[in-house]
């Protein structure tokens, strides 16, 4: 059975910096796309970052762009978020979740509805 899942979340201060992990047992993420999704309390999911590891496609939303960073590590099968000058409004529960090679990430954006296998979410919480 497949399974993602993210770790890395916690509680930090404005300015402070966190990295989130998404791993998977099941799926070698070489052929994946691997996207990053949050949720705030009483929002819409966002899609905030993904990489097409079969199209090359990086993307991040306007929110995050130039403050987060998506990483893959083949050794690892690790997909990382690296989230920089963190601000109150990223607070959230993250998501990470997987798309069949081809689909969810492309250039301007990614799909959420492309993505088939889903983590449990760590959350995120920015204050002082």
């Known amino acids: 059975q497949v399974q993602v899942v993210e770790s890395g979340g916690g509680l930090v201060q404005p300015g402070g910096s966190l990295r989130l992990s998404c791993t998977t047992s099941?799926?070698?993420?070489?052929?994946?796309?691997v996207g990053w999704f949050r949720q705030a309390p009483g929002k819409e999911r966002e899609a905030i970052s993904c990489?097409?590891?079969?199209?090359?496609?990086?993307y991040y939303a306007g929110s995050v762009k130039g403050r987060f960073t998506i990483s893959f590590d083949k050794a690892k099968n690790t997909v990382y978020l690296e989230m920089n000058s963190l601000k109150a409004e990223d607070t959230a529960v993250y998501y990470c979740?997987?798309?069949?090679?081809?689909?969810?990430?492309?250039?301007?954006?990614?799909?959420?509805?492309?993505?088939?296998?889903w983590g449990q979410g760590t959350q995120v919480t920015v204050s002082p």
């Open positions: 990489i097409g590891n079969t199209n090359g496609y990086l």
């Open positions: 979740a997987s798309a069949q090679a081809g689909y969810g990430c492309y250039a301007q954006t990614s799909v959420w509805r492309d993505y088939n296998q």
């Open positions: 099941g799926l070698d993420l070489n052929y994946y796309a």
